[in-house]
């Protein structure tokens, strides 16, 4: 992920909580919103105390980012009580906002316990075919985002959406999910990479459901918003599991849910996207 950089240290206090960003190559030439929601929550988090994890984070998507400008990440310091602080980030391209967000932010504390458990019999991921193995040897920008260049190795335990539609038209899909390299032991980190890794997924169960691939002539996609609910630890330089559905789609909107397993069994995260889908004519 792109650094995300503290402002001017030089600058009055009330401009410290401004940071700013870089952005990662895209084929497509724009911004990938993964990218831009992990910073925004990066952001966040370097201005709240050590001890507090983000636990829930909510953005909506304005604009397109423009890949040749940098982005300035703007937090506003809504709220800090005795265990749980509020953010609201503004991605800042151009003079106007290209993401809005506010993410929670707790203290550890206990409390009951329970989670949905991980499905029965799914293949571990060495049984399953990555996009490097799928992709990797066709020579288009495209396929080498997601193949050599992509931070994460992706494997569909069902057949991936990327140049065929799937072999059958249902809402649900599951995905194994790993960075590629080892990283230091920071939540915040490892929260904020887990947002950047899900968002090139997240409406997949709609395109899968509607028959359709990422290679469909003429169809347009673009994420609309985004929520995420960390309920426990987890890191992302180990296998990952996300179960995932898609309960509605109309008019021209899909809406993409997932639940996100440790390779034990715990459920470490929740997520909802909804998404601009529209299937040509």
């Not at 929550?41 to 940098?70: C, I, K, N, Q, W």
């Not at 937090?75 to 391209?93: C, P, W, Y």
């Not at 789609?249 to 809406?255: E, P, T, Y």
Request: proline residues 7%.
């Amino acid at each position: 992920m792109p650094a995300v950089g503290p402002g001017d240290p030089e600058r009055p206090h009330e401009a410290d909580d401004r940071f700013s960003g870089r952005n990662l190559a895209q084929p497509n030439a724009r911004v990938y919103g993964g990218q831009v929601l992990a910073q925004a929550l990066v952001a966040a988090g370097r201005t709240v105390g050590p001890g507090r994890m983000p636990h829930s984070m909510h953005g909506y998507f304005l604009r397109p980012g423009d890949l040749d400008e940098p982005i300035e990440f703007a937090v506003e310091r809504l709220r800090d009580g005795r265990s749980f602080s509020a953010r609201r980030t503004h991605a800042i391209q151009k003079g106007e906002p290209i993401l809005s967000m506010i993410a929670s932010f707790q203290e550890e504390q206990e409390g009951a316990e329970h989670t949905t458990p991980m499905p029965d019999d799914v293949p571990a991921p060495d049984e399953v075919r990555s996009a490097l193995t799928e992709l990797g040897a066709i020579d288009h920008p495209a396929a080498r985002s997601r193949s050599h260049e992509s931070a994460f190795d992706v494997r569909h335990v069902d057949g991936s959406l990327y140049m065929r539609p799937g072999s059958e038209r249902t809402d649900h899909q599951m995905v194994w999910m790993r960075a590629r390299g080892t990283l230091a032991d920071d939540q915040l980190l490892h929260r904020a990479l887990m947002t950047f890794a899900c968002d090139q997924i997240m409406l997949e169960p709609v395109l899968r459901k509607s028959g359709n691939s990422w290679l469909t002539a003429g169809i347009s996609i673009a994420s609309l918003d985004h929520a995420m609910w960390w309920h426990r630890d987890a890191r992302v330089d180990e296998w990952l599991l996300y179960v995932q559905s898609s309960p509605s789609a109309q008019g021209g909107r899909g809406l993409g849910a997932s639940r996100v397993y440790a390779q034990d069994g715990t459920l470490v995260a929740s997520i909802a996207q909804e998404g601009m889908l529209r299937l040509p004519a």
